[in-house]
């Protein structure tokens, strides 16, 4: 059989994404819609558009004359902008989220509120305000504990915590009014301490079905220091957990996905068919919800499509179809450990149009092409995380090592984190979570 699919992005994310249709025994003929050419992805699409991906009309004319029989958007600013609404009224069916229901990622604000009105267990302490009626009154409820969030897609970059992004009150109140100003809303939170994970499930707006769980690094440089990013890297164990997670962590928070799918299609009356990712936290008043996302995380993506062993295509079909409940979903129990080649500067001010040479990678590791555009003479810089180098092993210490072995490879005015799965930083999350669990 012949499947034609359409995958719009061009990031890492995007290349292990058609990595896994070509994996697939259905031959698959793709085509891409990127912002710039990924230099692997370009080699294995029959066809490849550079343009906006949040145009819907230039979308629309590549897709009705392609006329595959599903779609695929990556990144999250095309679902917001409505790209799987266009598509399905071209009679175009994705395995990504409409719009109404993608306010699970684009409002922060909308999925808090989800959580409250249905009663589903995970939300912190909370307030969305619209203006600044009552704001100094919440910072005073929440003491020196504090998170403020922006009300939209940033990227990664719209949540600030106290402690580790604002120092003290003054700067919380400023960064709300900020976020107030420029887009009429934000939501105030109690800081939850604990271990961050995320658990990415297949949703066809009914069933869900759970990937491995992955530990990602938001923060630029080793030992957790510095600003946020879009992701650093992440990491992820040979038996689908993280070491410092019980398996009653996993089942709450898949519960929490599960009940968010069928609140979602109670409130809008639209199936969200796609990648539901929450980002979760173990605290010692169990495991609460950081955010969602409505697409597959990057990096974590790179973590666990490599060792899906089901067919990819099967998958997307059964999530369009509403039949994920009818089909088995197999993935390899392997280690991975993810590690990002970003620019310098990177996240504040990165360099950008600079070129990088990426040399022989070992064997052993995948690599996969973020923000970087291919032009006649070489590979060069966009500004954003550049090279995601994974190790997969039967361990995590051997996928680190391997994932480290590669990220030497990219010559240019770049860094990474060494940190990311070392044994070392595994072993301060461990520690935390049995000082906390007490």
Do not use: W
Not at 348 to 365: A, L
């Amino acid at each position: 059989m012949s499947k034609k699919v359409l995958l719009i992005g061009n990031g890492a994310r995007e290349h292990a994404i058609s990595e896994a249709l070509m994996r697939s025994p259905q031959h698959v003929e793709l085509t891409v819609i990127g912002s710039a050419l990924n230099p692997k992805i370009s080699d294995v699409a029959a066809r490849y558009e550079v343009g906006s991906v949040t145009d819907l009309e230039f979308i629309q004319g590549i897709a009705n004359d392609v006329r595959p029989d599903f779609a695929i958007v990556g990144p999250e600013a095309p679902i917001a902008a409505g790209v799987v609404d266009m598509l399905l009224e071209n009679e175009i069916p994705s395995c990504s989220p409409m719009k109404t229901v993608a306010r699970l990622e684009s409002s922060k604000s909308f999925t808090r509120d989800l959580l409250a009105k249905y009663s589903i267990y995970g939300n912190p302490k909370f307030k969305v305000f619209f203006d600044e009626k009552g704001l100094e009154e919440m910072f005073d409820e929440l003491g020196d504990d504090f998170v403020v969030k922006a009300d939209g897609l940033k990227g990664g970059k719209g949540v600030k915590v106290s402690g580790d992004h604002l120092n003290g009150r003054e700067e919380g109140l400023a960064y709300a009014r900020e976020c107030l100003a420029e887009g009429g809303r934000v939501i105030l939170e109690e800081k939850l301490v604990g271990e961050e994970f995320s658990l990415m499930s297949f949703c066809d707006g009914v069933n869900t079905v759970e990937m491995p769980c992955v530990q990602d690094h938001k923060r630029a440089y080793d030992g957790d220091k510095g600003p946020n990013t879009g992701g650093m890297g992440s990491y992820g164990g040979a038996n689908h957990m993280l070491p410092f997670l019980t398996m009653s962590d996993i089942v709450a928070a898949r519960e929490i996905t599960r009940k968010v799918a069928g609140a979602l299609r109670e409130e809008t009356g639209t199936k969200f068919v796609g990648i539901m990712y929450g980002g979760f936290i173990v605290t010692a008043r169990g495991v609460k919800l950081i955010e969602y996302n409505a697409r597959f995380g990057d990096p974590e993506a790179m973590n666990v499509l490599p060792l899906l062993k089901s067919d990819f295509v099967d998958i997307c079909e059964s999530m369009i179809h509403g039949t994920l409940d009818q089909i088995e979903i197999e993935f390899e129990e392997k280690a991975t450990v993810c590690k990002y080649v970003v620019p310098d500067g990177y996240p504040d001010n990165p360099c950008k149009g600079d070129k990088i040479e990426v040399g022989s990678v070992p064997d052993g590791v995948r690599a996969y092409y973020a923000s970087v555009d291919q032009k006649d003479d070489g590979l060069y810089l966009s500004g954003s995380r550049a090279v995601a180098f994974v190790g997969i092993a039967e361990s995590l210490e051997e996928a680190e090592r391997l994932a480290q072995s590669a990220v030497g490879s990219v010559s240019g005015p770049v860094f990474y984190r060494r940190d990311i799965g070392t044994a070392e930083l595994v072993q301060k999350r461990i520690d935390h979570m049995k000082e906390l669990r007490g």
